[in-house]
Nanobody, 124 residues
């Protein structure tokens, strides 16, 4: 069992930056790939970024490539999402997820554990 808690969301102006954190419980965190997803009002949840268990592989949605960076610190049981050059269309609730059946890919069904989410609002 893995419990995930996101933090770092908030209100930022377009062009600004935020860093989201996702703290995980459990001693097996390093065996899980981690993903970041987001869901905007009235829209379906979408993949944002993923990172393999050792951080060796990362994956990004085209919409965030070059602006967002996923990283992890297995010693701290934490995964991060650095978000730069934020746009109003990045406004959403951001969720982190953990999966042992994925390398950090975009398939939400591969992730067994999910956090409660953190709100990110980008004003124009």
């Amino acid at each position: 069992q893995v419990q995930l808690v996101e933090s770092g969301g908030g209100l930022v102006q377009a062009g600004g930056s935020l860093r989201l954190s996702c703290a995980a419980s459990g001693r097996t965190f390093s065996s899980y790939a981690m993903g970041w997803f987001r869901q905007a009002p009235g829209k379906e949840r979408e993949f944002v970024a993923g990172i393999s268990w050792n951080g060796g592989n990362t994956y990004y949605a085209d919409s965030v490539k070059g602006r967002f960076t996923a990283s992890r610190d297995n010693a701290k049981n934490t995964v991060y999402l650095q978000m730069n050059s934020l746009k109003p269309e990045d406004t959403a609730v951001y969720y982190c997820a953990a999966g042992s059946q994925t390398d950090g890919s975009s398939l939400a069904v591969r992730y067994a554990y999910w956090g409660q989410g953190t709100q990110v609002t980008v004003s124009s």
